[in-house]
């Protein structure tokens, strides 16, 4: 994984099991958003063998761009990874956005974390290490839902969905006003 300074400049890699622990470092990461043509957003579970935030609703995916590996790259490995998804109209929706939170146990994420939205291609299939199940929703229910139980949520999803900077690309009614 991709090391970073408080300026957001890379200075190192490290292993990814030697990152997300109880004093994360801050580090390279990537959200993405899925919508269908629909305009539906995708959320999924967490797998509940995940060793951060097991089984909270989440948006599509996120990950970690390998050192050397452009995020276009990296979205795309992962979506194919996690959800067996091939992605279109891949944009960056928050391009500075950074969040620390720490999980009931204790484990940080510590991450700058541009966020992207996409239009999938078929339907998922789960890797059910990663997620444990789907859903297609409206971005208003998805809205509301995070409204009424954060606790049911990750914090990167609630932080994300609240962010005045982002609301155009996260309403779908907008999305398919420009074609996306």
């Known amino acids: 994984m991709v090391v970073l300074a408080e300026d957001g400049t890379p200075i190192g890699t490290t292993p990814k099991s030697t990152v997300h622990t109880l004093d994360t470092v801050l580090h390279l990461a990537f959200s993405c958003h899925v919508f269908n ?13 995940k060793r951060a935030w097991p089984g909270v609703w989440t948006n599509a995916f996120c990950g970690h761009p390998l050192p050397g590996e452009s995020m276009t ?8 990874f996690e959800l067996g998804l091939t992605l279109t109209d891949v944009t960056v929706a928050l391009p500075d956005f950074r969040y620390r939170a720490t999980d009931a146990s204790g484990i940080v994420e510590n991450e700058i974390c541009p966020v992207y939205v996409a239009t999938a291609v078929g339907s998922p299939v789960l890797n059910p290490d990663e997620a444990a199940e789907y859903a297609w929703t409206s971005p208003t229910a998805l809205r509301r839902a995070v ?6 949520f ?6 994300q969905l609240a962010d005045t900077d982002a609301t155009a690309l996260f309403d779908s009614s907008a999305r398919e006003a420009d074609g996306v």
């Open 37 to 49: 043509n629909a305009g539906d957003i995708l959320v999924t579970r967490r797998s509940l063998g």
């Open 73 to 80: 790259d990296a979205i795309a490995r992962r979506a194919g």
């Open 147 to 152: 409204t009424d139980a954060p606790w049911a």
């Open 154 to 159: 990750s914090p990167w999803l609630a932080l």
